[in-house]
Structure formats: C-alpha cells, structure tokens
C-alpha cells in the first residue's frame, strides 16, 4: 500500500496570504489528523477528520481550518499567514474506524511552510 | 498543563550503552500510551504503543517499554544502542479523544 502523501512538500508564502496544504491517506483509512511541528513546541495536535466531518480540534486560531472529502483525502487551510505559522505540516491517517479516539496513525512527511 | 513531558531533550550516548528515555503524563483517565520515532530524514512512525493488558510492550528494532500505572510514567528503553539509533523520540497519549505529543527527545549515538 501507497503511504501517506502530502503536497507541496515545500512552501514559501509572505506575511497575509493565504495557503492550502494537501494529505492523501493511506488507502482505506478514514481517518485523518494534521499537526504542526515546530522546533520550540514539537507537535501540537490541529484537528481531526473522520468520514468529513471534524471530530476533533486543537488549541489553534480560527485561521486553521481544514476539510476531508468522501475519499478521505483532506485538505488544510491557512488564512492571513504570519511569520510564527512557519513550521512543518504533517498529516496522519489512521485505520481507527468507529467511535473513540484514533490509534495508530501513519504520517506523512510533512509539507515545510515558510513565512516570509 | 503539558499533559506529556519528556525529560530529557537531548541525550548523547555511545553505541552499547544503555538507553532509557523518561515520560510522564498527566491524565487520570485510561490512557493508550505510544513511543514514535523520527529518524534523519524520515517520516515519524510508530515504535510501540500500550492500550491494555502487559504493561511491558515490545516493540521494532529491540525497544520496549514500561507502562507504570502509579508513577504515570511510559519510559522508552534499550539495552544497547546502535549509531543507527540517532533520531527524534515522541511519546505520545490518547486524551479526549486527540493524540498529545510530548516535545520530543533528539538521541544522538556516537560510533
């Protein structure tokens, strides 16, 4: 099976503009979580997505939103970049079909976003 | 409150030492508890993970570790490291519902 695939894998926005990151899961995952790594807060949980709908969401501004399709694959919104939003973008899918929280999750490499 | 601390941030150690990585949590709900690992270059993936049942678990390439109910601790070990080792270590936990990472432990092995 295909691993987790994420698009761009690098990107470099200015201050105010917006971007859009992708996440393709593994096939038959329904799954999928976004993070933010960053070097002085390691990982930090975005939200999570299950059959379209956000299940779950972390500590993060209204300017991080996301979305999943009915393939599962889901994309990620930032809006009004700032230069503190640079970090890396991992996205994670989970074969945890039901109820509860995911289990093991499977990442992808990551999308390196850079504010300028 | 940091609901996963790792203690140490980076540790350096030789190849045969011994390796033993602390984590603590702070949640008094049941907890399913994971080590990941990132190395150079890679994606993370998953080491070992505790959901139930022997609180010693065993995982990839000889590492294990040890669910402490009492202590809230999950700590990460190995009896003798390898250069192949050097990489980033995340402990992680179940908690409503969202994975909580720990800040990670960066192990760098000298040859």
């Known amino acids: 099976k295909a691993g987790v695939t994420q698009t761009p894998r690098y990107l470099i926005k200015t201050r105010g503009q917006q971007v859009t990151l992708s996440c393709s899961p593994i096939s038959g995952h329904r799954s999928v979580s976004w993070y933010q790594q960053t070097p002085g807060q390691g990982l930090q949980f975005l939200f999570e997505y299950f059959s379209e709908t956000q299940r779950n969401k972390g500590n993060f501004p209204g300017r991080f939103s996301g979305r999943q399709f009915s393939n599962s694959r889901s994309e990620m919104n930032v809006s009004t970049l700032e230069l503190g939003d640079s970090a890396l973008y991992l996205c994670?899918?989970?074969?945890?079909?039901?109820?509860?929280?995911?289990?093991?999750?499977?990442f992808g490499p990551g999308t390196r976003l850079t504010v300028l | 409150a940091q609901s996963v601390s790792q203690h140490n941030h980076h540790v350096i150690l030789s190849e045969a030492a011994s390796l033993e990585l602390g984590c603590n949590y702070s949640y008094g709900g049941t907890v399913n508890l994971f080590w990941y690992v990132q190395y150079p270059g890679q994606h993370l993936q998953l080491l070992l993970k505790?959901?139930?049942?022997?609180?010693l678990v065993k995982g990839i390439k000889g590492f294990e570790a040890e669910f402490i109910k009492s202590k809230f601790s999950f700590n990460l070990r190995k009896p003798s490291v390898q250069w192949s080792d050097t990489a980033e270590y995340f402990c992680a936990l179940n908690r409503d519902d969202k994975i909580i990472f720990g800040k990670g432990t960066r192990l760098h092995i000298l040859p």
């Open positions: 505790y959901f139930s049942g022997d609180p």
């Open positions: 994670a899918s989970s074969p945890h079909g039901g109820a509860g929280p995911p289990g093991e999750q499977f």
